[in-house]
Every structure is written in structure tokens, then in C-alpha cells.
């Protein structure tokens, strides 16, 4: 193992998490900067400082900043033209540019078999029967205004994220190990799938991508370059989740590509098992080695719990994960770590980054409590996360307390963007309010992002060039 600490250009920059939790503040630590290079708009670093403050939306729904508007995209329990009703546990997401000016939405259902709505799709779109779980799709035009919506993926389980292939397509991921014969599943889930978003044809007879893994995926990015896919694993349970590559067998891509196969591989650090004990940003680990999975169906053991050839390196609750186009790394993110549920070290959330030229993994940004006092053990600072075209980072909250959409300016600070105001979480009911799936239209006019549940998907406009 090689470890170099590096210097950090940003202090420590504290925010309030939440107005529920009076009092709790978070410290952010490390290179926010060198998330601008994920961004897909060059020389641009966000707002000066932030948007301004929330004005209270009179329709009780979604408080945003001076100058900007929400127009409600898609709701649970609508009924569609097909007579069925909207499913619900809005999720992940993909926008795609649509060839009329609009765009088209991937959006994950993260049902289960208890879901108040369930995913119902045509026989030959649906993988398994007794699954809940899909995705839908919905056109909308230029102004924002829904042209349709269908079921584009159905019978798979607890849809969760996933992420777009440079050939426009999504990934869309299932959070799960369940085998057939569990919650009276007819087939083994745990797997990635396809979709396109444009011709409905090709998602007829979903296919698993099996040999991407069988385990709790949350996200994936892909590099153009050499179409290898990063995978992460939200594992929430012993042991730690891994961070995963695939080697596709036809690298090049294209629609159907990854059902050609190829070799899923873990990530190995020498002496460092649990990244949670990693708590000084800039912190570079050399020689990143990637060991073979030797069972990615996980037959009898899960694939993070496997005998590898070098003990892999695991994180909890392993989530967004996106490439950045312009330094050619990879971006992953750790939502948070308690002690108490297995990882060694608390934090509230690490961003980390893998530069494939050099095998280096790096902390970029850091999320602790500034004080062991200030205790908000379900705060999970970075979740979906994107990278606005205007510069910076646009993080979606999940936890308990009001829940927001979180900006970083061009210093480093967090911002309020936007705040639910349909409900908030419960210690009964956390993900209530979680919002998720946030993304930004080709022309950057419109950020997209969903409320969990009772599922809305939002679209907002307004200035997003305005520096404050």
C-alpha cells in the first residue's frame, strides 16, 4: 500500500442539514474543485453563492429559489392511457434528449412486492411475474409537458438507480440478492438490465446482464474510451459493499453489447479493507489492483463475501456513481458510515475517485459531524447525486427531517436548492421524503428529479446562470 496525503485548497465549510434538526451542522472537507471536472460545461465552477433563499411555494409542494419554477412531470396513482395506474417508489433516473426538442425520462420503480402500486407491464416485457419492480418511460416536449407514459421494464425487483451508456441507454439497477423462491420471486434478482429509452422493441424479453454480478447494485458509470463499466454495491448488512469493473467482451458498445459478456473484477487496496477509516481529504492510494469474482451469480455466497485471491476493499453503502468526461476518472460515493453498523469509522458521506491511467483512488470530499455532540445518526449528505452543467455538485437528501436538493457554489459552499414540502421523513417511514434521481436535460434549461414517495417527478427551470 501506498498512501500520500495531499493538500487540501478548501477549509472546512459548515451547512445546517436540516431546520428539523436545529443545531446539527455538517463540516465539508476536501477538493470540491476537482468535482468541476466532471462537469459537462468547461471553465464554469457554480453560483457565486448559491441561488438565494427558498420562497414558500403557496401550493405547499416545492420550495425553490426566486426565479425558478416546477411544472409536475408525472404522479403515483395517474392513470395512463393503458387504463393502469402510475407504480409507485419513484426512483433513479436517466434524461435522454428526445429528437422533437423535449426529452425522454428512464425512471426506476424501487418496488417490491409490497408497494402500493406495483409495476404491471405486457407479458413480453416482464422478466419475472412475481416481481413489483421496472422502469417507466415518459416523453415530454419542450416545454416540459408530458407526451406519454409507459412501462418499459417490468417483473424485476427494488429498482434502485443505475446509470446512462454512451450510446443512450439505461442501466437500471436492482437493489437486491433475493433468489427465486424468496417473497415468492419465480427467478433469481439482483441483476442489471437494459432499456432504451427510444425503440420500445428492443426491451421485449428483458435479458439479466448475469454476468455483471448478482448482488444489492445501486449505480454504474461507463468510460467511453474503453466501455469498461464501474459498478457499486449498496450493502447495508455485513460485509462491507464493493467497488466493481466489468470488462465488457465487445468494448465498443452498443445496444445488447454487455449481453456478450465479459469479467467482473473487485477492487483490492493492500491494508485497507474498510474505506470509512480514510477521514483526510486528498488522501491517494497507489497501484489500485482489481481481483477476479469468482462466482458473479453468487451461487452460495454473495459475490462480496467470496474467497478472493486478495481480500477486496469495501465501503458502506456504496451509491451515486458517474464519470467524469473531462479528467477521464470515476466518481463514486459512500452515503455514510455508523460504527454500529459495521464499518470502523463514522462519517457522513465520502466522495472518492479512481483514475484508471494512473490506478490511483483518491478522497475528494468528506461529510463529519463537527462536534461528537451534534447527532443526526440518519443524515446521508451525498445520495443521487449529478454534476450541474453550470458547474458543481446538485446532491438529492436522504433521511429523516426536511429533505432537500443540495447545491455546491463555486467556493465550496452547500446551498439549499430546493425542499420538499409533501412530506418529510419519520423514524417509522425514513425514505418518505427522500428525493432522488436528479438530472439535467441536454440543453441544461430543466433539472428532472423525482420524490420517492407518493412518487412526483419534477421538472424545474429557471435561472441557472444567475450568479448572486
Known sequence: MSVEPQSNPLSRRQFVARAAAAGVAVSVAGSVEALFTAAPALGTSGPKIGYGPLIPDPAGMLDLPRGFKYKVVSREGTVRPDGLKVPSR????????????????VRN??????????????????????????????????????????????GSAINCSGGITPWRTWLTCEETEDKAGTRGYTKDHGFIFEVDPYDDRRNNNPTPLKEMGRFQHEA????????????????????LGGFYRFLPNRPRGGWGSLRAGGELQAMHIDGLPDMS????????????????????????????????????????????CWWGALDRCVYFVSSFARTELGPKVDHDGQVWR????????????IFTRPSPGSDDPEFDAPDNITMSPYGGLMMCEDGLGEQHILGTTEDGEVFKFARNRVNNGTPEEPEYGELAGAGFSA??????????????????????????
Open 277 to 320: 477509516v480514510v477521514q483526510e481529504p486528498g488522501t491517494v492510494f497507489h497501484n489500485v489492483q482489481w481481483v477476479k469474482v469468482p462466482d458473479p451469480l453468487a451461487t452460495t455466497e454473495s459475490v462480496r463475501a467470496q474467497d478472493y485471491a486478495k481480500p477486496i476493499t469495501g465501503g458502506y453503502k456504496l451509491e451515486g
Open 443 to 468: 440543453d441544461g434549461r430543466t433539472m428532472f428529479f423525482n420524490v420517492y414517495t407518493p412518487g412526483i417527478t419534477y421538472a424545474v427551470t429557471g435561472p441557472w446562470r444567475r450568479r448572486r
Open 109 to 154: 420503480h424501487e418496488c417490491s412486492p409490497t408497494a402500493t402500486i406495483k409495476v404491471v407491464a405486457p407479458p413480453e416485457r416482464t422478466y419475472d411475474p412475481a416481481a413489483a419492480g421496472g422502469t417507466s418511460t415518459i416523453v415530454v416536449d419542450r416545454h416540459n409537458t408530458q407526451d406519454g407514459e409507459y412501462i418499459s421494464l417490468g
Open 354 to 365: 479512481y483514475d484508471p491511467r494512473k490506478r490511483t483512488l483518491r478522497l475528494e470530499v
Open 220 to 239: 454504474v458509470a461507463i468510460d467511453p474510451a474503453t466501455g469498461i463499466v464501474y459498478e457499486t454495491e449498496d450493502a447495508f448488512v455485513a460485509p
Open 90 to 105: 419513484f426512483d433513479g433516473m436517466g434524461t435522454f434528449p428526445d429528437r422533437h426538442g423535449g426529452n425522454r425520462l
